[in-house]
């Protein structure tokens, strides 16, 4: 018995550990799954690129914000020429809001003219759990060497008015363009913003 709890003092750390947000300046999360085209997407497998992780859900008005007035369309093209790899996340769980198929997805990709590298639906919320993503959306930024560099908010405008967007400051692109001149990420943590992630 009293091995026993011993044991268990010895393992909870363990588990809370396994549970714990990531933080930055550490290894970020590793994760694995397929995109709504089917291509296996993993994170290890894309060290030597910048990734960025953006949880999503096309009903939140927040992310329609980003997305109809296409700034985040924007934020993805301008990244990717600079050879950034970017990650869409759905977490909205089976008959929650924002929760979709493969097939409604890619055409709500089409729809907005978005252009991320992947999409990934990930409906039991393994992933969003993993990164503690709490918004949508909510912006992870990961350097080449697979450190997490940012996470929190899209910008410092918090409300769902597109006009608010001129005026942001973009702390994605702020910490995309630091990476590419070789700085440490003036900010690398701010509170996200948006819906809550739709989990079960």
């Known amino acids: ?14 588990s809370s550990a ?11 999360p590793e994760f694995m799954a397929n995109d709504t085209n089917g291509r296996h997407v993993m994170l290890s497998e894309l060290k030597g690129k910048t990734v960025v992780l953006e949880w999503t859900n096309h009903e939140c ?22 050879g950034v790899v970017w990650v869409s996340i759905v977490s909205s769980a089976k008959d929650k809001q924002g929760n979709v198929t493969a097939e409604e997805a890619n055409k709500i990709i089409a729809d907005q003219k978005a ?17 503690d993503a709490k918004t949508t959306p909510d912006m992870f930024v990961i350097n080449k060497e697979g450190i997490l560099v940012y996470k929190g908010a899209i910008d410092d ?44």
Not at 1 to 14: A, D, E, G, I
Not at 61 to 72: A, D, E, L, R, T
């Open 115 to 131: 252009v991320p590298a992947h999409k990934i639906l990930d409906e039991d919320g393994k992933i969003g759990k993993l990164y």
């Open 157 to 200: 405008k918090s409300g769902f008015n597109p006009e608010e967007i001129k005026d942001a400051k973009n702390y994605i692109r702020a910490a995309l363009n630091d990476l590419k001149a070789g700085k440490p990420v003036e900010v690398s943590s701010t509170k996200p913003y948006g819906c809550g992630v739709k989990y079960e």
């Open 61 to 82: 008005p927040f992310v329609v914000k980003h997305y109809g007035s296409g700034n985040m369309q924007a934020l993805q093209a301008e990244a990717a020429q600079d």
């Open 18 to 28: 396994a549970h714990a947000a990531p933080e930055i300046g550490k290894p970020a």
């Open 1 to 14: 018995m009293k091995s026993l709890l011993l044991l268990t003092l010895v393992l909870l750390p363990l």
